[in-house]
């Protein structure tokens, strides 16, 4: 009976801090273990468990690593980049906690847990998603026995869909307003408010701060180089026409006499470079241009598109995968929309939206945007916005994919006693 009670708490105090783990990584889960029915074994797992969920970067670390990169005097880019992971958004008091904790495990510290005491003896990745722990535990009685644990883990972000909206600026006290998040949301900088984010399904999504770093951005130079000249926006005879007549320039892509840069499976690509033209009147994109076709903009200096339709008419609603704005450099992008699918990446960028359409409450955008600041006030941006999430990583194209991943507890088996039961000699 002991037994199987044993087994319901740690089942349901496993799910109480996977649950708790959910909150986001400003709230600290709790790993007082109140069941007085389980063993020592049990008890201790359910701690290590506790603390990888709320820190699971520990997942791709050997033990001698915490230690060494925790009190280092000596900061190197791997030291400095695991201890901002940890304390990602930590409150002082809280980060010195999680600290203290850590390094008693590190450092084979006896940890005392209802029933008796643990010491955690190694910690070992022994290929891409598994680890062995090795615990060594005394109960009540002075009776000590060796454990294995055998922890589970995947590449936490591949499991979820691309967060609708990405913000990794500092000084972002503001938010975003009363904009509506059909999605998840990713802040990198621990000013942004996350609790006050307007999920529109608060039990399917999330909004939480992330030590993810975004991939570099395709050389541009490169890009530059294979594209065809009138493929560049403005041309020398529209930089001529805007200088002549002070006209916004009306686009409509991809043109007829326009011949793809490059395939990516069976879609054709069109790939287009806009260099510091701030005034378009227009951008009509057309993703059925002979067949399904992708489009790419890529975009140096601010930009302010007065109105921004992309057509799918066979393939409706529109995919993100068949537009997308890649943006360099610091600068600012107004876009106004009534309804838009598309991946943005500008992460120096200050980017603002707003409807175009006096028939519906708000702009609505499909897709990812991934970006420095989002701007809700002013001439540029609104608060009338709703994002909503579309597709999966690997949806994404090659060059996005290579975020270094968070990995994701999946389950911890404590095995059988590796030692057996000694009773410890006065």
Known sequence: MVMVLGTVGTVATAALLARSSNLGNNVETSITIGQQNLSV?????????????????????????????????????????????????????????????????????????????????????????EILATIKTQNTEEKQSQYE??????????????????????????????????????AN?????????????????????????????PDLEAIKERLPENHYFPSTAEEQKIQDQEDKISLKLPRLEDKPTKKEGEKN????????????????????????????????????ISEIV???????????????????EEAKMCLQFDNLSAFIVAPHYKLGIKNNNPNQESAKFTGSIWTNKLLTTGDCGSEEVEFSEAWEWGDLPNEFQSLHPTPKLIQVNLKESIQSDISTEH
């Open 149 to 186: 644990i055998d922890i589970s883990f995947s590449d936490n972000y591949l499991s979820k869909s691309v967060p609708v909206l990405w913000l990794i600026g500092e000084q972002q006290i503001d938010g975003i307003g009363n904009a509506k998040v059909n999605g998840n949301l990713w």
């Open 269 to 304: 690509v069109y790939e287009y470079f806009i260099n510091n033209l701030e005034d378009i009147d227009s951008l009509i994109v057309n993703s059925d241009f002979k067949n399904e076709s992708i489009i790419v903009l890529y975009v140096v200096g601010d930009i302010n």
């Open 310 to 328: 992309h057509k799918c008419e066979s393939s409706n609603p529109c995919s993100p995968e068949n537009l997308m704005i890649v943006a360099y």
């Open 189 to 217: 900088d621990c000013s942004f408010p996350v609790e006050k984010t307007n999920l529109m399904e608060v039990d399917g999504y999330q909004a939480k701060y992330t030590a993810i770093k975004m991939p570099d951005l």
């Open 41 to 129: 074994a049990e008890t201790a797992k359910v701690n290590l468990q506790a603390l990888l969920i709320e820190h699971n970067q520990l997942l791709e670390y050997n033990l001698d690593d915490w230690e060494k990169y925790l009190t280092s005097s000596n900061m190197s880019e791997k030291s400095r980049e695991f201890n901002h992971n940890l304390r990602l958004c930590k409150k002082e008091a809280n980060w010195k906690n999680t600290k203290e904790r850590i390094l008693e495990l590190a450092q084979h510290k006896t940890i005392d847990v209802p029933m008796g005491k643990f010491s955690l003896l190694d910690f070992q990745k022994v290929d891409r998603n």
